[in-house]
């Protein structure tokens, strides 16, 4: 079934890219309806014109508050017919009603492994500060606990004693996009199955 996604992003839009590649390239049956950026000027806006996808900016200073921003997001992506959001490097907590309008549609791309390294912007320096030997990075459905929702899939990637947060970072997000698109496309699939905190992936055949 082809998917229709929503995208939030902030920023470079790298994890974006990724998607808008993958479809092109059939790894993700899948068609971007929106993205909206809370952020102006970003490259990811950027990208969505190069690749002729629809894009909004919904920056904090157009509304009265948080809430009043995020229904107007809400209000776009249902018109678009939205069937899965992703935030793919957004920096703003999503409020409990918008969570709500998407129950379990709402995935996330983390830099660490989580539960470590949760609610920050900053993942790969606070893992290099606490000397860990493995970080990576998490895919999980979004819930009104940040970053603690229901995990998809996860990557581990070994901290060196050289490495910087730049360093670190590089080395991460390949491996973002790649779990990001694959986590797409089995939610595409039908193929996730959410049990309490556990999701577990049905064989292709069984679906
Ligand atoms: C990624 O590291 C993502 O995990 C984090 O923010 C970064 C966004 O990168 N949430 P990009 O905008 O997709 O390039």
Redesign the pocket.
């Known amino acids: 079934m082809t998917i229709r996604l929503g995208v939030l992003?902030s920023?470079?839009?790298?994890?974006?890219q990724a998607i808008i590649d993958a479809i092109d390239e059939d790894r993700i049956d899948g068609v971007v309806e929106l993205v909206i950026s809370n952020r102006a000027g970003v490259a990811?806006i950027e990208r969505c014109r190069q690749a002729g996808v629809p894009v909004e900016v919904l920056t904090r200073e157009l509304f009265d508050s948080r809430l009043e921003q995020q229904r107007a997001m809400a209000e776009l992506f249902d018109h678009a017919g939205v069937e899965l959001i992703v935030c793919?490097?957004f920096d703003q907590v999503l409020g409990p009603e918008f969570i709500q309008r998407f129950e379990r549609r709402i995935i996330n791309?983390?830099?660490s492994l989580l539960p470590a390294f949760a609610r920050t912007l900053h993942a790969h320096e606070e893992a290099i500060a606490h000397g860990v030997k493995l970080s990576g990075?998490t895919v999980h459905f979004v819930t009104n606990d940040v970053d603690a929702g229901p995990i998809i899939a996860q990557r581990a990637v070994t901290v060196r004693d050289d490495d910087t947060p730049e360093s670190l970072?590089a080395r991460v997000?390949p491996h973002?996009h790649e779990l990001l698109c694959d986590a797409i496309q089995r939610l595409a699939e039908g193929r996730l199955v959410i049990q309490g905190r556990r999701v577990f992936t049905l064989a292709p055949e069984s679906v």
């Open positions: 992003v920023g470079r839009g790298t994890n974006l990811a793919a490097g791309i983390h830099p990075c970072a997000l973002e």
